[in-house]
């Protein structure tokens, strides 16, 4: 999953990029409201870590115009527009009742106040996104597969099977994305944070793995368009 973190503290900035690489996402980091909001505009993303304190404004700014934003199609990307919905957990040094209830009331997913525990941290954005996707349980089933994205294990009718992150990565985008065409560009997009070299034929052989362990039909083509997960009840 792709991760937006909105902080001016480089130090703060890349302990979290360095985390949250190690724990499997691709993380993409600005220092300001301005920049941000590029992003939001010509990059997908799963989250957004929010900090409020920005040297270019206050980064409830950034929110309320996520927020505010409107779109056709909610929770598809394009047209230079970011997703209304994108899930939004502000990290800031305001910890007082009264700025907590007021960030939650701008539209905040959630809020963590400053010093915080990584683990803690990355337990609420799995939750942010869980929600994100419409799912109540933290596994992940499809038929005999089952996917557990806290501690980054897949098994095939029990076993335990033994994935690279980057398959494990492309699996939790599919499954999160059932009964949906997903082209290479999008799964890209998804996986990739700026400083990514990308193959020209990574997803492919990526896929070509995951159906090696866990059969050939677990992941379909749409020639020419992309790549799903069908849903169960399809």
């Known amino acids: 999953m792709r991760i937006l973190v909105v902080e001016d ?39 957004v870590l929010l900090d409020l304190g920005l040297p270019d404004g206050d980064g409830s700014e950034l929110l309320q115009r996520l927020r505010g934003n409107t779109r056709a199609e909610p929770g598809l990307a394009g047209a230079g527009l970011p997703d209304p919905a994108t899930p939004v957990l502000i990290m800031t040094a305001r910890d007082q009742v009264s700025q907590r209830i007021a960030g939650l009331n701008l539209g905040a997913d959630d809020y963590l106040a400053k010093p915080f525990d990584v683990d803690e941290l990355e337990a609420r954005l799995r939750a942010l996104l869980r929600r994100a996707a419409g799912r109540a349980q933290p596994l992940i089933r499809q038929g005999d597969i089952e996917l557990d994205p806290a501690v980054r294990t897949v ?6 099977v033994d994935v690279s992150p980057r398959e494990f990565a492309v699996l939790l985008v599919l499954l ?38 866990l059969g050939s039909h677990c992941i379909q083509t749409m020639r020419g368009v992309g790549y799903f997960i069908p849903r169960d009840d399809a």
């Open 155 to 160: 098994r095939l009718r029990g076993q335990l």
């Open 9 to 47: 503290d480089n130090g703060i900035a890349e302990g979290l990029r360095t985390n949250l690489r190690q724990r499997g996402y691709a993380v993409d980091v600005c220092d300001g409201v301005a920049s941000a909001w590029s992003a939001l505009r010509t990059e997908p993303f799963d989250a």
């Open 176 to 213: 999160e994305s059932r009964g949906r065409v997903l082209s290479r560009r999008q799964l890209e997009e998804r996986l990739y944070n700026w400083q990514s070299a990308v193959d020209s034929n990574a997803v492919e052989v990526h896929i070509h793995h995951l159906r090696r362990k």
